[in-house]
Nanobody, 123 residues
Framework: QVQLVESGGGLVQPGGSLRLSCAASGHTFSTYGMGWFRQAPGKERTVVAAIDWSGSTTYYTDSVKGRFTIPRDNAKNTGYLQMNSLKPEDTALYYC????????????????WGQGTQVTVSS
């Protein structure tokens, strides 16, 4: 079965950077798309960024375009979310999904999720 472990979160000041990691096991990571989602208290879980199986196509929600990137390393079965120029509104619990499908305008998440990693942006 698919197992995912998110890491890399923490407390940073506005304008800072973090690199989240999503380590996958139990399936063929390289054959699926990967997406990062976030959920703030009282809010719905929403997609932040996604990447297709090959890394040739990416998606970013408007609020993070130009600030976040979503590289992946299929050889290591690991995906990443590089977050730069962080803002307080980026504060949330971040989750990855690594068994979905990225289309041109949406990411269809699979059923496997990690426990999440907390990102807090505050001065």
């Amino acid at each position: 079965q698919v197992q995912l472990v998110e890491s890399g979160g923490g407390l940073v000041q506005p304008g800072g950077s973090l690199r989240l990691s999503c380590a996958a096991s139990g399936h063929t990571f390289s054959t699926y798309g990967m997406g990062w989602f976030r959920q703030a208290p009282g809010k719905e879980r929403t997609v932040v960024a996604a990447i297709d199986w090959s890394g040739s196509t990416t998606y970013y929600t408007d609020s993070v375009k130009g600030r976040f990137t979503i590289p992946r390393d299929n050889a290591k079965n690991t995906g990443y979310l590089q977050m730069n120029s962080l803002k307080p509104e980026d504060t949330a619990l971040y989750y990855c999904n690594a068994d979905g499908y990225l289309m041109c305008d949406s990411y269809d998440a699979g059923t496997s999720w990690g426990q999440g990693t907390q990102v807090t942006v505050s001065s």
